[in-house]
């Protein structure tokens, strides 16, 4: 700890930390409050590919989150910077609620695949017609790979299965804009001013927000919500900052010794 700089951000994922679905995790909003009245710029970064970030935004106002639209940085809005950039005509798996954040994107004749999670469209017409489109060599452009999330029901699929048939059937390699690669945790980063030595993230997810923030120089904090399961610490090394009970413990525990 001593080489590290003072706290100055704190990224915060959301469906899973702040909340699972459409009900709040206990005591999440009277501690976003907490952490909001501490000397420290707050983000919010999230891999959902479920719903635009407007969609995403009306789903934590009716939670009572006290957030703004430029506070959250979705790796929606990373693949739509890359589709720019490469400027090219994508074939969007995405669900449909998430295609607003794609609005004025070129579609028709498509020379390149975006996917994320998408269960009505992850069928075998479908996907077979992006299989055909990477073997005519179009990029792949995973919005993330994540193994499996949590809904009210349980764990479910994420896309990460279905990138990863698409990379072993065209023998190819997607680029992945998500959590928990490199350049995500830089760019949500961007506009704070601050070093991710000077930034920790809180998450569920041990390998996508906390070994992928770790990985660029930031703390990470899992909380044992959303789609965590026992002994997941174990699974990236080095190991969590820490590991806690849920969002509001590890805001306890950021108040108290990391400020």
Not at 79 to 90: C, D, G, H, I
Request: proline share 5%.
């Amino acid at each position: 700890m001593a080489a590290r700089r003072a706290l100055k951000a704190v990224l915060v994922d959301l469906n899973g930390t702040l909340h699972v679905e459409d009900a709040a995790v206990p005591g999440a909003q009277e501690a976003l409050k907490r952490l909001r009245g501490a000397s420290v710029m707050v983000r919010f970064v999230t891999n959902t590919t479920k719903e635009s970030k407007q969609d995403l935004l009306d789903r934590l106002k009716k939670l009572e989150f006290d957030i703004s639209e430029d506070e959250i940085f979705t790796s929606l809005t990373a693949a739509r910077n890359l589709v720019e950039q490469k400027q090219v005509r994508p074939m969007l798996l995405v669900d449909d609620r998430a295609l607003p954040d794609f609005k004025g994107i070129q579609t028709s004749d498509p020379n390149a695949v975006v996917i994320g999670l998408a269960p009505e469209h992850f069928h075998y017409q479908i996907l077979n017609q992006a299989f055909r489109l990477l073997l005519d060599g179009a990029p792949l452009i995973a919005i993330h790979k994540a193994r499996y999330y949590k809904r009210k029901d349980g764990l479910a699929l994420g896309p990460g299965p279905f990138v990863t048939a698409l990379e072993y059937a065209t023998d190819t390699k997607a680029t992945v804009v998500g959590k928990p690669e490199k350049t995500f945790f830089l760019e949500a980063l961007r506009g704070t001013g601050c070093e991710p030595e000077e930034a920790v993230m809180i998450g569920d997810d041990c390998r996508d927000d906390v070994g992928g923030a770790q990985n660029v120089g930031m703390l990470g904090i899992l909380v044992k919500t959303g789609k965590y399961r026992a002994a997941d610490e174990e699974k990236i090394n080095p190991p969590p900052y820490l590991t806690c009970e849920s969002f509001p413990h590890a805001v306890d525990h950021i108040l108290q010794h990391l400020l």
